[in-house]
């Protein structure tokens, strides 16, 4: 699987930034398509994830900001940033993976597959 994140930029306090992540490649039933960030010396955190059946997960920190979409018939996933805030800047990576359980979604090192990293730098 291959996955290619686009989307990031340079937005002020309280705006709103779309990311992109197209996938190709063996994509199953039970695919997570997901979202984490790094910001400069911290390690690497869960954002949000969806299942291809649509079910989706976020991170306590972005519930109520951020909404994570899906187009399957794309094999692209959607992360809408709104109310950003200037500890919302990071590294923006989307991870796929097709065997994960509930339980292993907010956990980088179960996903199989890594997009490139899109940075989002919001100032105050």
């Known amino acids: 699987v291959q996955l290619q994140a686009s989307g990031g930029g340079l937005v002020q306090a309280g705006g709103s930034l779309r990311l992109s992540c197209s996938a190709s490649?063996?994509?199953?039933?039970?695919?997570?398509l997901g979202w984490f960030r790094q910001a400069p010396g911290k390690d690497r955190e869960f954002v949000a994830a969806?299942?291809?059946?649509?079910?989706?997960y976020y991170a306590d920190s972005v519930k109520g900001r951020f909404a994570i979409s899906r187009d399957n018939a794309k094999n692209t996933a959607y992360l809408q940033m709104n109310s950003l805030k200037p500890v919302d800047t990071a590294v923006y990576y989307c991870?796929?993976?097709?065997?994960?359980?509930?339980?292993?979604?907010?956990?980088?090192?179960?996903?199989?597959?890594w997009g490139q990293g899109t940075l989002v730098t919001v100032s105050s």
């Open positions: 991870a796929s993976d097709n065997r994960l359980i509930v339980s292993s979604i907010p956990h980088y090192e179960q996903y199989d597959y």
């Open positions: 490649g063996p994509i199953s039933s039970n695919n997570v």
């Open positions: 969806i299942r291809r059946s649509g079910a989706t």
